[in-house]
């Protein structure tokens, strides 16, 4: 008998994905809130508000299907090598499979060894239980929350690198 065995692979963003950045943000938020005004934003021109400035998009392929993204937004506060990890999105086919994991690692890697962070922080909302379980388990706290772009936002954790 031949197993079949699903492929993940983490790439990294290409103008080929910007829907995907999209429609996968959208999907994720819409099941639990109300889009905003700088969702829309930074959905609709990704490069420009998150590539140019410094930031990075990440994807997760499943047996070639995009399944999964993630940002790293480089802060705009005056605190140097400091970036917020955003707009995690898994599809629910994918659920259960280790891609949100997979892809907060990969840029918590990439902070540290590529772009000398020293801080990640993200903001969330505290009926997402399982979301901050996750993050917990990538090693970022709660702190007190700081203002927020996002009405939705009552949690804020950090990650010390």
């Known amino acids: 008998m031949i197993e079949i065995t699903d492929e993940i692979k983490i790439v990294p963003y290409e103008s080929k994905y910007k829907e995907n950045f999209k429609n996968l943000s959208v999907?994720?938020?819409?099941?639990?809130?109300?889009?905003?005004?700088e969702d829309f934003?930074?959905?609709?021109?990704p490069e420009?508000?998150?590539i140019n400035k410094g930031g990075h998009i990440i994807f997760a392929l499943l047996n070639g299907e995009v399944v999964g993204t993630c940002a790293l937004l480089k802060s705009e506060e005056p605190e140097k090598f400091c970036y917020e990890l955003a707009k995690m999105s898994v599809t629910p086919k994918a659920k259960g499979k280790?891609?949100?994991?997979?892809?907060g690692q990969s840029l918590i890697n990439k902070a540290k060894q590529e772009l000398n962070a020293k801080k990640l922080f993200l903001e969330t909302n505290s009926i997402l239980t399982p979301a901050i379980k996750l993050y917990e388990k990538l090693g970022f706290k709660s702190i007190p929350l700081?203002?927020?772009?996002?009405s939705r936002c009552d949690t804020m954790m950090e990650l010390i690198l």
């Open 48 to 50: 420009e508000n998150i």
């Open 41 to 45: 934003k930074v959905l609709e021109n």
């Open 98 to 103: 280790q891609i949100g994991f997979l892809l």
């Open 146 to 150: 700081h203002d927020s772009v996002y």
């Open 27 to 37: 999907e994720w938020i819409s099941q639990f809130f109300k889009m905003e005004e």
